[in-house]
């Protein structure tokens, strides 16, 4: 098994920045590819950005490209996404999910964390 657990969410303005946390604890030492999920109220959950983990290989939604990054600290069993000019509709839960394949499709991932808020007021 493998515990994820969000943090770093919170309410900012258009245009700033926030940095989410994700600590993996359990079963660390599998190789999992390591992704953000977002959902917004009333929508599907939709992937932002995964990352290997070796961390050589990321990729990132259309929408978030040039503004998030995702990184991994193997070492601290923590990934990150550092969010920048953020836009009022990047409003959603946030969730940290782990998985054995590169993939942007949710139903891929077999462990997920709680979620945590991220709010853009415009």
């Known amino acids: 098994q493998l515990q994820l657990v969000e943090s770093g969410g919170g309410l900012v303005q258009a245009g700033g920045s926030l940095r989410l946390s994700c600590a993996a604890s359990?079963?660390?030492?599998?190789?999992?590819?390591m992704g953000w999920f977002r959902q917004a109220p009333g929508k599907e959950r939709e992937f932002v950005a995964y990352?290997?983990?070796?961390?050589?290989?990321?990729t990132y939604a259309d929408s978030v490209k040039g503004r998030f990054t995702i990184s991994r600290d193997s070492a601290k069993n923590t990934v990150y996404l550092q969010m920048n000019s953020l836009k009022f509709e990047d409003t959603a839960v946030y969730y940290c999910?782990?998985?054995?394949?590169?993939?942007?499709?949710?139903?891929?991932?077999?462990?997920w964390g709680q979620g945590t808020q991220v709010t853009v007021s415009s």
């Open positions: 990352i290997t983990w070796n961390g050589r290989t990321t």
């Open positions: 359990g079963r660390t030492g599998s190789n999992y590819v």
């Open positions: 999910a782990a998985g054995p394949y590169m993939s942007r499709a949710p139903a891929q991932y077999n462990y």
